[in-house]
């Protein structure tokens, strides 16, 4: 006659429990009581799965509304107004509402108004925009991965600029656009005029100062960039005339203000690019945040289900072993909890594995038969560790 009776009870914070057995005991009429300590999963998820979704869904957002905005971008952009530098251009703005043109695209050649900027570096060089930057280059020691990373800084940037038009390709035309707050442009994409480096002496006081502070000066960066004159350029913003002057400036509504080296396609090509650029992110980082959430989803089913079903298991084992345990007039009091499982008389001291089990003494277990088997999940016992009770 074999039959089970299964008592949980709650010991510590962190969901471990005792599990009482009772089973016929084969050297006579009286039932054994077996005890087992188990870990109980809580089914919450860990820190790592919650820091992994957090991370993922707020870079998926972020991801996603920047990609939202550039495809925002590269629409207006293939919807802007293409205006043409010719005699005709102060007619189209006169007729049209409010003199404005919302958002236009001009392509034309670089002209100064009156004054030009002459490069520091290059004979006969001439511009209208000019920014001059210095780089502090250093290697900066990493002490997490012990390695030397390379760092550079902005220690000085200054820019200069004048007044610039822009002209027709056909010289013979002499209509012109204003060009208003460059600097305000997305793609000011100025030339590299003059670019060097100035290496920073090294002494040996310098090197040993260097280690014990963690940073390694390399040298100054030194570079030049000019928006020259007879330069193509492409510009797209808000077209006005105002006082029979035709100005481009920074156009309203949100939109973006361009004014690039590269021509109209080779521009919205770019807008292109990046938009894909986001969309892949976007859509990595998407399908890790939904792989990390219904991963966990799917955790916290398999739990539930595991509840529920020891609750439904352990209802039956109580209201069966009740039953049985008054027909065999068996107190749970006459054994003591700590008792090995077999023989109920010494002390348990060893702990199973891999299963985890503590329920039987040392002499015991040596007398299991080949192979060694758990007395009370029937796992095979990989090995056995010591248990000391103070």
Request: glycine share 4%; net charge positive.
């Amino acid at each position: 006659m074999a039959f089970v009776f299964s008592i949980k009870v709650q010991l510590t914070h962190d969901h471990s429990f005792i599990e009482c057995h009772l089973t016929p005991n084969p050297g006579g009429d009286t039932p054994a009581l077996v005890f087992s300590e188990k870990m109980d999963s809580s089914g919450k998820p860990s820190t790592a799965q919650v820091l992994l979704l957090t991370t993922s869904s707020a870079l998926t957002a972020v991801f996603y509304s920047v990609y939202r905005r550039r495809t925002t971008t590269v629409a207006r952009l293939k919807g802007a107004k293409r205006v043409s530098i010719d005699q005709d251009l102060k007619n189209i703005l006169t007729a049209a509402p409010g003199k404005c043109v919302p958002y236009a695209v001009i392509e034309g050649v670089v002209r100064s108004v009156k004054e030009t900027l002459n490069s520091q570096f290059v004979d006969n060089c001439k511009g209208v925009i000019e920014r001059l930057t210095l780089k502090e280059k250093k290697m900066v020691w990493n002490r997490t991965t012990h390695l030397w990373n390379e760092s550079e800084k902005v220690i000085h940037q200054r820019t200069n600029t004048v007044p610039f038009d822009l002209a027709s390709h056909d010289m013979a035309m002499a209509a012109t656009i204003r060009v208003i707050r460059p600097l305000d442009s997305s793609e000011l994409d100025l030339e590299t005029t003059y670019e060097n480096f100035h290496p920073t002496v090294q002494s040996l006081t310098n090197v040993i100062g260097h280690f014990i502070s963690g940073e390694r000066p390399k040298g100054i960066h030194e570079t030049e960039e000019m928006l020259r004159l007879g330069e193509s350029v492409t510009g797209v913003g808000e077209l006005v005339l105002d006082n029979n002057l035709v100005k481009l400036q920074p156009p309203k509504q949100g939109l973006r203000y361009f004014l690039s080296r590269l021509d109209y396609d080779s521009l919205v090509e770019k807008q292109q690019s990046s938009v894909r650029v986001w969309r892949v992110l976007t859509a990595v980082f998407g399908v890790v945040a939904s792989t990390t959430l219904l991963f966990i989803l799917w955790k916290q089913w398999v739990y539930h289900r595991q509840r529920r079903k020891e609750k439904n298991v352990l209802e039956e084992f109580k209201e069966h072993q009740r039953k049985r345990m008054r027909e065999l007039n068996v107190e749970e009091t006459s054994v003591s909890p700590s008792a090995c499982t077999v023989c109920l008389s010494r002390e348990r001291s060893c702990v199973f594995l891999e299963c985890g089990h503590v329920c039987a003494c040392d002499r015991c277990y040596q007398a299991l038969p080949e192979p060694k088997k758990c007395p009370i999940c029937r796992a095979t016992i990989e090995r056995v560790v010591p248990l000391y009770n103070s």
